[in-house]
């Protein structure tokens, strides 16, 4: 069956313009998650969605950045006027339930992105 | 404030030797214990651990966990230079609705010939 899709895989952008960058979870995975990696780094939370319940936000380092999900489905994460330190590897990870599946993730491939 | 700290963070050996990652964590109503393997972006789950003591192994590689002194090693016996990669820890709480996984900043191996 297909994994998580990601793309693009790469984006390179100009300072202050934005981007957005779209998650295709695995069909059936409830949890989706987003996390952000700088070169040489862990994993950066950002923003969790699970089922229709309100989304935890807490990891947005900006109210530059946001995230939404349709229909429980498709996610895009939004980055208004990029800046070069939003320079980093953008990663989507789905689970069939965050709290049952206890953790394990699928991750997809993720998206470079490159603000010059 | 929940946290995971992975040691070392990162580490060089030659093809054959056996290595050993730790991985520490502070997080409020453990649930479970993760490891993954990042070789280019997308990280692969190898192991799952949530009762102290038992050893999960999957061929050369395993890794236990000490719920009482809050760590998890994982071994690699016999390293090849396909096992070059940063390993990942992540640990899990019950909270439901919230962002409840904690990953740590990761330990990148590289094995040399």
């Known amino acids: 069956g297909a994994g998580v899709s990601q793309s693009p895989s790469n984006k390179v952008t100009e300072k202050g313009k934005d981007v957005e960058l779209r998650c295709d979870p695995i069909?059936?995975?409830?949890?989706l998650y987003w996390y952000r990696q700088s070169l040489g780094q862990g994993l950066e939370f950002l923003i969790y969605?699970?089922?229709?319940?309100?989304?935890?936000k807490s990891g947005l380092p900006s109210d530059r950045f946001s995230a939404e999900r349709t229909g429980g489905s498709v996610s895009t994460l939004t980055i208004q006027r990029t800046q070069q330190e939003d320079s980093a590897v953008y990663l989507c990870?789905?689970?069939?339930?965050?709290?049952?599946?206890?953790?394990?993730?699928?991750f997809g491939s993720g998206t470079q992105l490159s603000v010059l | 404030e929940d946290k995971v700290v992975q040691s070392p963070l990162s580490l060089v050996v030659h093809e054959g030797d056996t290595v050993t990652l730790n991985c520490s964590y502070e997080?409020?109503?453990?649930?479970?214990l993760l490891w993954y393997k990042q070789e280019k972006k997308a990280p692969t789950f190898l192991f799952m651990l949530?009762?102290?003591?038992i050893e999960k192994k999957s061929g050369r590689l395993s890794s236990i966990l000490d719920k009482k002194e809050l760590f998890s090693i994982l071994n690699i016996t016999a390293t090849q230079t396909g096992d070059s990669a940063i390993y990942l820890c992540a640990v899990g709480s019950v909270w439901i609705g919230a962002n409840n996984l904690f990953f740590g900043t990761g330990t990148r191996l590289t094995v040399i010939p």
């Open positions: 069909s059936g995975h409830t949890a």
């Open positions: 997080v409020t109503n453990f649930r479970s």
């Open positions: 969605f699970q089922g229709n319940s309100a989304p935890d």
């Open positions: 990870a789905s689970s069939p339930d965050g709290a049952r599946t206890q953790g394990k993730l699928f």
């Open positions: 949530t009762s102290s003591g």
